[in-house]
């Protein structure tokens, strides 16, 4: 099992919230998928399969569009209180993970030996001549890995129950700030106009509109990715080289199957909340966040945005002279009466 050194500075900081910011336009695209808004009709095309479909843009081609109705500048929409929301989110986290520390992490030099996203801490040798015997202190039972695992998980899940519910109301301001291209409203704009705005629109329990399924699908992808991940590599996996590519595959996984829970937190957000993308015929007006995904799930609608590069319209079509056409709402409604 191979340790490294753990130590969070700003630089680390800096280097993921510049990444962040560079990817921002393609996240802002993907909420606006994730919304159900698809401001470019979709035209004939073949799957990969030849069969016939319905294109929808790539996230590259919803980048240009948002560039050609609000610029450049517009494009990073919502990004200050993004940012926001992902600092304090890993402050508390990181803040909740240094206050509690178990026995054998309160020593002074520690190392880390990581199972996703746990930590199980360990010792440094402090010399050549150490290093045998540093290192026999260090191998554990079966038993002691799998309860020091046990506890580092528990440490991560509260600490990332109260990083969402910390962050959250931040992550409501930034998504509502960036639904308001779907209809061209600026109500949010800046951090304290959206903190009074988000009050005026939904009262004290619009800053946690939509947290539950936001807290289930972390929990869920943290405790998935871990606890796979510790299995694998202690019960299965025995090539070191072979260990370092666990973490990375089965968080991807992990996130995956998590996914859905995250398109409808951003829906509850967004749903009947004074702004076009959160009403008809834009989005429901939900009364839950069960009601929300039982909607989605008939509709098949609780992937959109996992595919960036190929998309397919996947509602209503009829097929006119061999090539699919999609059929609007309006369209349904009048043939039903």
Same mark, same amino acid.
């Given at each position: ?30 909420? /606006? ?16 399969? +030849?069969?016939? #479909?319905? #294109? ?16 450049? *500048? ?17 402050? @508390? ?31 440094? +040798? ?40 910390? &962050?959250?109301?931040?992550? %409501? ?5 960036? #639904?308001?291209? %779907?209809? +061209?409203?600026?109500?949010? &704009? ?5 903190? =009074? !705005?988000?009050?005026?629109? *939904? ?11 936001? /807290?289930?699908?972390?929990?869920? !992808?943290?405790?998935?990715? $871990? @606890?796979?991940?510790? #299995?694998?590599?202690?019960? %299965? ?27 409808? *937190? ?11 993308? +959160? &009403? ?7 009364? *839950? ?17 996992? $595919? ?8 209503? =079509? ?20």
């Amino acid at each position: 099992m191979s340790y490294k050194k753990e130590k969070v500075t700003w630089a680390n900081y800096a280097f993921r919230y510049a990444t962040i910011t560079a990817a921002h336009p393609f996240e802002y695209s993907k909420l /606006l998928i994730q919304l159900g808004h698809e401001p470019i009709a979709p035209w004939p095309t073949k799957t990969l399969f +030849g069969r016939p #479909a319905l #294109a929808l843009p790539s996230v590259f081609q919803y980048v240009g569009y948002i560039k050609n109705i609000d610029g450049f *500048s517009g494009c990073y929409r919502g990004l200050s209180l993004k940012l926001c929301d992902c600092l304090s989110s890993s402050l @508390t986290f990181q803040y909740i993970r240094e206050g509690w520390q178990f026995s054998w992490e309160k020593k002074t030099n520690r190392y880390t030996r990581t199972y996703g996203d746990i930590h199980i801490n360990g010792d440094e +040798g402090v010399g050549d001549e150490d290093e045998e015997e540093s290192e026999e202190e260090e191998l554990l039972s079966e038993k002691e890995e799998r309860e020091r695992f046990l506890a580092c998980l528990s440490r991560d899940v509260v600490g990332r129950t109260v990083a969402v519910v910390v &962050s959250h109301p931040l992550h %409501v301001m930034a998504v509502r700030t960036m #639904a308001q291209f %779907v209809g +061209g409203e600026t109500i949010y &704009s800046g951090l304290f106009g959206s903190i =009074q !705005a988000l009050y005026r629109e *939904s009262g004290i329990t619009g800053f946690f509109s939509g947290v539950v399924p936001r /807290l289930i699908g972390e929990l869920l !992808a943290l405790i998935i990715g $871990s @606890t796979a991940t510790f #299995a694998l590599n202690t019960y %299965v996996i025995e090539d070191p080289e072979i260990k370092t590519y666990t973490n990375g595959i089965v968080s991807f996984l992990a996130t995956t199957v998590t996914y859905p829970f995250h398109v409808v *937190s951003n829906c509850m957000a967004v749903t009947n909340c004074g702004l076009a993308a +959160g &009403s008809p015929p834009c989005m429901l007006h939900y009364t *839950s966040w069960t009601d929300c995904w039982s909607h989605l799930s008939r509709t098949g609608q609780l992937k959109r945005g996992s $595919s960036l590069l190929w998309r397919y319209y996947t509602g209503p =079509q009829v097929m006119i002279g061999g090539r699919p056409v999609p059929v609007t709402p309006d369209q349904l409604v009048s043939k039903q009466n």
